[in-house]
């Protein structure tokens, strides 16, 4: 059993960074691949990004390439998200979940989820 916690979510002016972490307990995370959901208020859940936790390779969503970045600190069993430069349209909650396999594509295989953490950029 896998049990993921959210944090670091909160209120910023556009422009601004949040970190969000994503902390696991139980299997460590480097048998999975890590992804970063959000959905924002009347839109459906979209991948933001995700990482492999054995080999580090990651992917992103085009909508955050170049202004977010995925990372992962194994001794922690943590997956950091730092966005920067956020846009009002970021504004979403973020979820992080699990797959077994370095699939990186959509909601279907993921084998546990965390709660969320909201995010809200102000314009």
């Known amino acids: 059993q896998l049990q993921l916690v959210e944090s670091g979510g909160g209120l910023v002016q556009a422009g601004g960074s949040l970190r969000l972490a994503c902390t696991s307990s139980?299997?460590?995370?480097?048998?999975?691949?890590i992804n970063w959901f959000r959905q924002a208020p009347g839109k459906e859940r979209e991948e933001v990004s995700c990482?492999?936790?054995?080999?580090?390779?990651?992917h992103y969503a085009d909508s955050v390439k170049g202004r977010f970045t995925i990372s992962i600190q194994n001794a922690e069993n943590t997956v950091y998200l730092q966005m920067n430069s956020l846009k009002p349209e970021d504004t979403a909650v973020y979820y992080c979940?699990?797959?077994?396999?370095?699939?990186?594509?959509?909601?279907?295989?993921?084998?546990?989820w965390g709660k969320g953490t909201p995010v809200t950029v102000s314009s």
């Open positions: 990482i492999s936790g054995s080999d580090g390779r990651t």
């Open positions: 139980g299997t460590p995370l480097d048998y999975y691949t």
């Open positions: 979940a699990v797959e077994e396999y370095y699939r990186c594509s959509g909601e279907d295989g993921m084998e546990f």
